[in-house]
């Protein structure tokens, strides 16, 4: 575990480390001392040599001083250590994250990233200050009492090593079974952590379902497997914990009868019994402490591979030397295909260039893709096989704040700080003066939402935006784009979010972005489709038809039917055209 650590922790806290340890040895060692000193000074005192005793009792007051200042000095050290610790793990893990794939971001991943960065590296901190102290002494200090009993009394000293492997092989079983009950009851919490999360965020939709004040069944279901986990984990963990004391107790025990049976084959006087009597006490005392930290090290050296798998997720790599960008504005997919799931391709040998400034609609039935595609170009996953091109460089051989300065990206799910207006359009631009934001706001419609609230542009969005209609977001989130000025912008049209007054902002956004920018849209509108230099569409993961729309509509192929079918039923929403 110590070797773990020292690479999650790098160069830098090594010195640090070895300066501890050798502190936690030395109190161990002088407090083994200390207890073998015992020995003579009972001695001494038993068979009435005060003068001898004074002396043994002079050094062994020297000892226990010296071992009453260490754990000062190591205790000082411990915290510093722990402290230090926390946060270089809280930086490596905030650094490693911020290069991972957008993808890797899962619900379940950032359940456990959360948990992995709040009570895991305390708990790992917890080490230093808590537990790596008595549990280092624990092992030291029997250790040196057994070395410095042979100075005494070999055959005893021997008793001792014999207890020694035996103990460590009960301690160690011990620790893994609370290690692995540990392991389960993790797991069961992180899952109910999510449910409950997803319990508070989807309370809309669980009243609009009339579910709100009744149990939700997967939040009920995570619970009860906790509850089901946790008792699991306890009965794993018991039989090593009884096992444990009980070992200690054992060696106690044979140590004592060790002594004994020397005393009656008159090879130990008893004065020397009493001694070793003491000495014995003090062997076990620690090794009881050790069986007791066991489960809890064990817990926090999972903690410690957790930490390290999260460290161990392949980040997206960046070049030492970014591409040059010969074609600023273009984006073309060659042969791409792409599964988020092994064997389960989402995307096959899609290609297709949209030229700068020009406009391309992608459309088809939900689930062909079209998500996906934009997600490839700003390189949220890496694809499977084939290149993604932006600016006619591989989106690979660009590091990632080149690739983000030349994207703009307006979304369905979009998200807003819960902050003010003025505050979440700048996220596009954070140097762009105040009449910029303004005009970016008001050519995306944020101008009439400012108008309606009472703080205007002060006021805040709450958390998500939920004070903020879906179109209202998504306008705020057009603001950012136009505000950005980025050379390209990957635009969802997001019906669901569409009223007629929206559509119109989205509309008239659209022919300002039109003008600056390279555009692929993912279209639901007809007026989108029309007006687009490219329309593709996509079938099941492939490039299923390509052109403008009288083409499409003259091939009479899918896309012809797509349309038909959609203009039957009025999903095109063609009344709301100024
Ligand atoms: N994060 C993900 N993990 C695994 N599969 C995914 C993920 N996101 C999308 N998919 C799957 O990939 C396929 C394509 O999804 P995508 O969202 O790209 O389609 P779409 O055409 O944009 O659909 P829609 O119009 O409904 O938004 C679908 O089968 C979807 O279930």
Redesign the pocket.
Known sequence: MLSDLAAILGDGHRAKLRGYLAWVLTFGVLQGVAAALLVPVLRQLLSGELSAALGWLGVLAVVVAAACGAPYVQAMKAFEVALGVITTMHERIGDHVGALPV?WF?GEKIGRLSRVVSSGTVMVGGLFAHLLTPLLAGVVTPATIALVTFAFDWRLAVAMLVCAPVLHVLFTWAGKLVGKGEELSDAAAVTAANRVVEFARQQRTLRAFGRGAEGHKPLDDAITEQHTVGRRAMWLSVPGILAGGFGTQLAFTALIVTGVVLALGGSVDPVSLIAVLALAARFTGPLAEVSALSGAVRMAHNDVRRITAVLAEKPLSEPEVPAPLPRPGEIELDGVSFE??TG?P?LRDVSFTVPPRTMTALV??????????T?LIARFWDVTGGTVRVGGADVRDQRTEDLMAQVAMVF?DVYLFDDTLEANIRVGRADATEAEVREAGRLAGVDEIVARLPRGWASRVGEGGTSLSGGERQRVSIARAILKNAPIVLL?EATAALDAENERYVRDALRTLMNRSTLLV?AHRLPTVVAADQIIV?HD?AVAERGTHPELLAAGGRYAAFWAERNRAKGWRLTVGR
């Open positions: 993808g899962t988020y799931t389960k989402v088809g039935a939900s689930g062909s893709g079209k998500t996906t595609v997600r369905q969802d993912i996509l993961g």
